[in-house]
């Protein structure tokens, strides 16, 4: 079965640092989500990728995050400086445009 | 964002009985529906999905209803057992100038009692 990857599964952190977190749409895929999971927010859309141009980032911090996609096979996710309030699980997910997303299984970030 | 939310947050149900799970949506807009499953420490799962010229769709042992007029969402799962305890989503696709963008309700944890 073809999936998104997402690395690193877990990353702990302190606060000040650089994040870094990476993932490898499904081949074929044109459209590429980041979400970010937090109890008390649920899923919130931080970025949205069509054909590797981002579309959207409105969701996203813009002084500290920034989404790019280098190419077609690869999306990041920085975090710089990464805080505690940024601790949460940053999902990844790819799709055909309008067709349903198929998601990883996640990046858990703690900042300490 | 578009409001996307689930009237129930948690949901206990006895092995072998059937589950609903409802969800409210607020864009009439929305022309595509998707439920998805999620279990601890993996992400969300495509379920089943209906497109809006549709007002039910049924898979393997689970049915999406969708009701246009009063925009809500449901997922009927049929025979619920151990394996269905997780949180269930609902979400929907609004297509924008700028593409077409996936909005999530909060979620409902279903448990399943053996």
């Known amino acids: 079965d073809a999936r998104v990857t997402q690395t690193p599964r877990h990353k702990v952190t302190e606060m000040g640092q650089e994040v870094t977190m990476r993932c490898q749409p499904i081949?074929?895929?044109?459209?590429v989500f980041w979400y970010r999971q937090t109890m008390m927010q649920g899923l919130e859309l931080l970025a949205y990728?069509?054909?590797?141009?981002?579309?959207?980032d409105s969701g996203m911090p813009k002084d500290r995050f920034s989404a790019e996609m280098p190419d077609a096979t690869l999306a990041t996710l920085k975090i710089q400086p990464s805080e505690p309030r940024d601790s949460a699980v940053y999902f990844c997910a790819s799709g055909h445009f309008a067709g349903l997303l198929h998601f990883g299984n996640g990046t858990r970030l703690t900042v300490t | 964002g578009e409001s996307v939310g689930l009237h129930l947050p948690t949901l206990s149900v006895q092995e072998g009985d059937n589950s609903i799970i409802n969800c409210a949506y607020s864009n009439s807009a929305s022309d595509y529906f998707i439920w998805y499953k999620q279990e601890s420490g993996k992400g969300p799962q495509f379920i089943i999905d209906i497109r809006s010229n549709m007002d039910k769709r049924q898979g393997q042992r689970v049915t999406v209803l969708l009701n246009k007029t009063v925009k809500h969402l449901s997922l009927q799962i049929a025979a619920t057992q151990p394996g269905d305890s997780a949180v269930y989503f609902c979400?929907?696709?609004?297509?924008?100038?700028?593409?077409?963008?996936?909005?999530f309700g909060t979620g409902t944890s279903l448990t399943v009692i053996p």
């Open positions: 081949l074929g895929h044109n459209t």
């Open positions: 979400a929907e696709n609004i297509q924008s100038g700028t593409g077409n963008q996936f909005y």
């Open positions: 990728f069509r054909n590797r141009a981002p579309l959207d």
